[in-house]
């Protein structure tokens, strides 16, 4: 099994910054790709930005130039820094890891952070 543990979610006011943090642990033999996702009450979770193991990185295009996810393989982390948040960035945000064990390969999920932007 592979657990995802978030952390760096909180309450910014318009214009702020904030960093998720998610790391990786259990019986991993590989992670592939890793991504951040979101969702607002009433709404569908959304696809925010994800990265390869490589490096090569995609973001959405509502938050391009403001949010930047990172990687450090090593620690089996990922990172989203968010700039000029805007209060639609208000939303529970899961980290996901494509992940290999010995015994399969799956989607593993974080259990959410809650990231509030507002004045």
């Known amino acids: 099994q592979v657990q995802l543990v978030e952390s760096g979610g909180g309450l910014v006011q318009p214009g702020g910054s904030l960093r998720l943090s998610c790391s990786a642990s259990?019986?991993?033999?590989?992670?592939?790709?890793m991504g951040w996702y979101r969702q607002a009450p009433g709404k569908q979770r959304e696809l925010v930005a994800s990265?390869?193991?490589?490096?090569?990185?995609n973001h959405t295009d509502s938050v391009k130039g403001r949010f930047t996810i990172s990687r450090d393989n090593a620690k089996n982390t990922i990172y989203l820094q968010m700039n000029s948040l805007k209060p639609e960035d208000t939303a529970v945000y899961y980290c996901?890891?494509?992940?290999?064990?010995?015994?399969?390969?799956?989607?593993?999920w974080g259990q959410g952070t809650q990231v509030t932007v507002s004045s």
């Open positions: 259990g019986t991993i033999l590989s992670i592939h790709d």
């Open positions: 996901n890891a494509d992940a290999a064990t010995n015994w399969a390969r799956a989607y593993y």
């Open positions: 990265i390869t193991r490589g490096g090569i990185r």
